[in-house]
């Protein structure tokens, strides 16, 4: 059930649903009946809030923005708002955001812009820290940590449980694969294949992300592929071209690899190397 504020019954209704009555909140919005909104919070027009989440104080959404269920918006987090875009001109655009994503204080989230697919997505159970950008655009997966003052310039894409140091950033239409790790201060400025931890300023592949392999449930079998992967894309010497064909003939009976090879033939930034 979604229920409208802005009513007659306005006042009454904040009291019994825990919106505080110093926030201020567009009759165009729409909040599920158990959102919590603390005092100067605000709410925009064409903001869809889903069931169970939270909003603090002093934080602003600005619509268009669909919020699904369970997430924790923390006290002055900004999450809708325009593209820093010097190209844009006020075109509508979107902010789509998944469910059980904490965003804490000092967050930024933009909506997309017309020069891509006008929306930028995230998915669910995100953490993103203290003061971490999401710029218009950007694509991110599930299960993602965003560190404080981590950044994402506009066009990103992020794959699921990508976890990216504090201080890190990475450069406009950049990839970062799944189960990639961006060590703190790294700047990305290429595309970092799934599995990679990727250091330095520009980031460069240092290892396999076998930690965070066996935290997600990966068998040793499988860590030891994807490290086999890793030697051959970035420690045997072979040019790109005939470094994936030997991946492409281990991809058949790993899927580890499988995603690890996939990846490569989407760069469109080339991979760092």
């Known amino acids: 059930m979604i229920r409208r504020v802005g009513t007659q019954a306005t006042v009454d209704l904040r009291k019994d649903a825990g919106i505080?009555?110093?926030?201020?909140?567009?009759?165009?919005?729409?909040?599920?009946?158990?959102?919590?909104?603390?005092?100067?919070?605000?709410?925009?027009?064409?903001?869809?809030?889903?069931?169970?989440?939270?909003?603090?104080?002093?934080?602003?959404?600005?619509?268009p923005t669909r919020i699904g269920a369970r997430n924790r918006i923390f006290q002055f987090a900004s999450i809708g708002s325009d593209p820093q875009d010097k190209k844009y001109r006020g075109e509508r655009s979107y902010l789509e955001i998944g469910?059980?994503?904490?965003?804490?204080?000092?967050?930024t989230v933009n909506r997309g812009t017309a020069n891509d697919q006008g929306v930028t997505r995230i998915g669910s159970h995100n953490l993103f820290m203290a003061y971490t950008h999401?710029?218009?655009?950007?694509?991110?997966?599930?299960?993602?940590?965003?560190?404080?003052?981590?950044?994402?310039a506009?066009?990103?894409?992020?794959?699921?449980?990508?976890?990216?140091?504090?201080?890190?950033?990475?450069?406009q239409f950049s990839k970062v694969g799944e189960h990639a790790f961006i060590a703190n201060n790294t700047a990305v400025t290429r595309d970092?294949?799934?599995?990679?931890?990727?250091?330095?300023?520009?980031?460069?592949?240092?290892?396999?992300?076998?930690?965070?392999m066996r935290r997600r449930g990966f068998t040793a079998e499988q860590i030891r592929n994807v490290r086999n992967a890793f030697r051959i894309l970035y420690q045997s010497e072979l040019k790109l071209v005939d470094a994936v064909e030997r991946l492409q003939v281990l991809a058949a009976s790993q899927p580890e690899v499988r995603?690890?090879?996939?990846?490569?033939?989407t760069s469109t930034r080339s991979l760092v190397r």
């Open 259 to 265: 995603v690890f090879v996939d990846f490569i033939g």
């Open 99 to 107: 469910d059980q994503n904490v965003f804490r204080e000092f967050c």
């Open 154 to 171: 506009g066009h990103v894409q992020l794959g699921d449980w990508v976890h990216m140091g504090g201080l890190s950033a990475a450069h």
């Open 192 to 212: 970092v294949p799934p599995f990679v931890m990727a250091v330095g300023q520009p980031a460069e592949p240092h290892s396999v992300n076998a930690e965070g």
């Open 134 to 152: 999401v710029a218009h655009d950007c694509v991110l997966g599930d299960h993602i940590v965003m560190a404080n003052c981590a950044t994402l």
């Open 20 to 63: 505080d009555a110093r926030a201020v909140i567009s009759p165009q919005a729409q909040l599920a009946p158990d959102v919590t909104v603390g005092p100067f919070a605000v709410i925009d027009a064409e903001v869809v809030i889903g069931a169970g989440t939270s909003i603090g104080a002093h934080a602003v959404i600005n619509g």
